[in-house]
């Protein structure tokens, strides 16, 4: 397939409306992939006979592929060409969506939502570097990554709205069905419309051995974690798995430092305390976060009999409120600074978690989940612009893929572990409480759902401590200040000068 860039007055007479809603449409799928399966998991076990602790792997499968190879996608795309890259994340991510919706076997939908992962790996830089070169003057560059932001954020809520009304109204398979109509829709508009560029200087070969060490690093964890609730933590298949990861994932960091030609992750780029404190308040919160979604739904279905597509609706006003949090963090970013809003951020949702922690069996929406969920993702909101913004300060141009692609990876890791860590929690928890019901009493519907119900609010209540902890390293990120000197390139809310750090 030819990937020319188009005729230089195709490219000039394209507008910019169109590259904006290009980018964000795709943004919108591979953010909306990552919880869209989370309303339909109670009828894709009952359909697939996955088992409680390994329905989380339709979740993780994807996320670790997209966590693993993200940083490969931001660098590919600075190096071999947005629009090249963008066609293809696209055409992966739109393949592995059709072999999804067609997977007889619990193998094959979990190494189609891997492969979905990997597309969006490779997607989601592009679109973001797209923009960059695209809107250069400040104001109309702070409006296209508010959008952006608030599309990437509220897609992440929005799955569950979608995958409700996909499950009921047709079948799970849909939820995966949905992408290849749109997919193939932005695949034929990318290619007649979107202009090739690429960054400057030496092209450089890809660390393709550093991608798939930190890959396998990170699904060996996740397993260990996994596995330990079924066979504890002193059994050797969890030590196995928890070691083999440890040497991983040292492997990959000494790769980067000393043998990769052109790393991955450059391990330098953590000197800077902007880059590393907010990569670690990202990993805390996605971690806190991230795993909110899968409880809440299963909780909504398990325990208070919702449907799928009452579920859905349920989750509305999280979108909502992670739109209206991601537009006012971008407005008040070079006012305030990026810290103060992650403070606030991390804060409002370790609030949320707690509150989600005193659910009951008879708890009601309006009163006992609607208030924490929208303190929850609010917070979330709040904190995308000012993470994507301390992240990328001061990284010059030609970086500024990666940058975005290490704290979207953060994001990833930090959810796939957190969700792990959580359920392991969740499902020791029910496991205890079934046992001190007696075998007599273990298997009837009141006992199990206040099991389950206890797992469930000890998996909130741990994910509020990891929020503290994230409000707790959000002190650590540096003020920004403006300067007078040449602007940079910030992925998310505004155009920035260079910064200071405090």
Known sequence: MDHDPPPAWRARTVPDWLVLTLACVAQFMVVLDVSIVNVALPAI????????????????????????????????????????????????????????????????????????????????????TILTTTFSEPKARSRAMGMWSAVAGAGGAAGALLGGVLTQELSWRWILFINVPIGAAAMVAARAFL???????????????????VTAGLTALVYGLVRSANVGWTSWQTALALTGAAGLVAWFLVHESRRAVSPLMPIAMFARRSIWSANLVMLLLAGAIFAMWFFVSLYLQDVLAYSPLRTGFAFLPQTLAIVFGAQLSSRLILRIGPRPLLVAGAASAAAGLFW?????VHSAYWTDILPPSVL???????????????????????????????????????????????????????DSALRSAGPSLSRSRA???????QGYTEAFLVSAFIA???????????????RSSAPIEVPSGELATAPAEN
């Open 376 to 430: 929850i993702t609010l917070g979330l909101g709040l904190s995308f612009t000012p993470l994507a913004y301390a992240s990328t300060a001061g990284v010059a141009p030609h970086e500024a893929g990666l940058a975005s692609g290490l704290v979207n990876t953060s994001r990833q890791i930090g959810g796939a572990i957190g969700l792990a860590a959580l359920a392991t929690v969740a499902v020791n928890r029910m």
């Open 45 to 128: 076990k009952a359909d697939l006979g996955f088992s409680q602790s390994g329905l989380q792997w339709v979740l993780n499968a994807y996320t670790l592929a997209f966590a693993g190879f993200l940083l490969l996608g931001g660098r590919a795309a600075d190096l071999y060409g947005r629009r090249r890259v963008f066609l293809l994340g696209l055409g992966v991510f739109t393949g592995a969506s059709l072999l999804g919706g067609f997977a007889q076997d619990q193998a094959m939908l979990i190494g189609a939502r891997a492969i979905q992962g990997l597309g969006g790996a490779i997607l989601s830089p592009a679109t973001l």
């Open 356 to 360: 989600l922690g005193q659910v009951g």
């Open 195 to 213: 202009q090739e560029t690429r960054g400057a200087g030496e092209r450089q070969p890809l660390d393709v051995r550093g991608a798939v060490l």
């Open 468 to 482: 503290l902890a994230a409000m707790v390293a959000a002190v650590l990120v540096p003020t920004v200040r403006r």
């Open 447 to 453: 006992v199990l759902t206040e099991a389950t119900t």
